[in-house]
């Protein structure tokens, strides 16, 4: 009894909470960017991206794999435009509500960045695709 009674005193119901909250996120963004399958020793990734205009000082996503993995991204907008990646050659084109499907395998190690180039001329950063080197 006196265990809990001292566990309340340290931690208020509203810290408590945050920290619930914050250990479900973790979770949810695990099973969210988890691989899905496994094929020849190599797995396939499916990441969920927004591209939006960021404010400086906001740091883009980094979607980590191993090199030899597909990847696939699901892209989100509300702007259109046509999203790369350098050294990738397929440029899948975006539209505002309808979301788009950009598929990679990861050849080469390295960073990679997404981005979307917008129809208004600009270039919107989405996120940092790490290739990790092979074993």
Request: aromatic fraction near 4%; include cysteine; hydrophobic fraction near 45%.
């Amino acid at each position: 009894m006196n265990a809990l009674v001292a566990v309340k005193r340290r931690m208020p119901p509203l810290k408590l909470i945050l920290v619930c909250v914050l250990i479900a996120i973790l979770l949810l963004g695990y099973e969210y960017a988890k691989p899905v399958r496994t094929v020849h020793g190599h797995e396939t990734h499916e990441f969920h991206v927004t591209a939006v205009r960021k404010k400086p000082g906001v740091q883009i996503p980094v979607l980590s794999v191993a090199q030899g993995d597909s990847v696939i991204v699901n892209i989100s907008s509300n702007e259109p435009g046509m999203v790369m990646v350098h050294g990738v050659d397929e440029m899948p084109e975006v539209e505002p509500g309808r979301p788009t499907q950009f598929h990679m395998t990861a050849k080469t190690s390295g960073r990679f960045s997404l981005h979307l180039h917008a129809a208004d001329g600009t270039q919107i950063e989405i996120a940092t695709i790490a290739v990790l080197p092979q074993n």
